[in-house]
């Protein structure tokens, strides 16, 4: 299994303190979200009991952007989320989310395969700058869920990475202007 593959092993010592196993360095809940957006799948065990802990920190790390005022869920999703915990057997809801994802992973890979595929449109003048918008328009529109898990940042990076895309669209337009210009 490739490096990149396995997830990422972080034991909880007894003082509650993260350690990471690769780096032999202590993390934070921000390093680990750190970690889910660029793509990493992470691993929380205890150390003394071996009990899986994943489920419970990622949690928190939710809980954390929530009360930031970071909305990552709805009102509304909340809602239905405590009333499947309510629904002895936990009912669809765990299930329909996870597919969910995953089908909103398959839609943005399938549309970027095919942004990228050849075609007619890729030998237009500005096409580059077509697929860049639309993958900067991916990227809002999903709020950063994409096939590498989730990859929502801080109100800060958001809007630097929005302000540097959107400065890049800006000369990619300007560009494709100044091309179709030329053409008449």
């Known amino acids: 299994m490739a490096e990149q593959e396995k997830p990422l092993l972080i034991k909880r010592y007894a003082s509650r303190r993260l350690y990471n196993t690769e780096t032999s360095d202590y993390v934070t809940l921000e ?9 990493r799948e992470v691993q929380i065990v205890d150390l003394k009991t071996g009990d899986d802990l994943t489920r419970q920190y990622l949690l928190q790390i939710i809980a954390e952007h929530e009360s930031r005022g970071e909305n990552v869920l709805p009102v509304n999703v909340l809602n239905d989320l405590v009333r499947s915990y309510m629904v002895p057997g936990g009912g669809v809801m765990p299930q329909f989310l996870q597919t969910s994802f995953e089908m909103l992973r398959e839609s ?31 990227k809002a529109m999903t709020g950063g869920f994409g096939g590498q898990g989730w990859t929502g940042g801080s109100r800060e990076e958001a809007t630097s990475d929005s302000g540097e895309d959107l400065d890049e669209i800006k000369k990619q337009l300007a560009a494709l202007q100044e091309k179709l210009s030329k053409m008449k």
Do not use: H, T, V, Y
Not at 31 to 39: K, L, Q, T
């Open 108 to 138: 943005q890979s399938q549309m970027m395969e095919n942004m990228n595929a050849m075609n007619p449109m890729a030998q237009m003048p500005g096409f580059e700058a077509l697929k860049a918008q639309q993958q900067a328009f991916l």
């Open 31 to 39: 390093d680990i979200a750190g970690f889910i957006r660029d793509g």
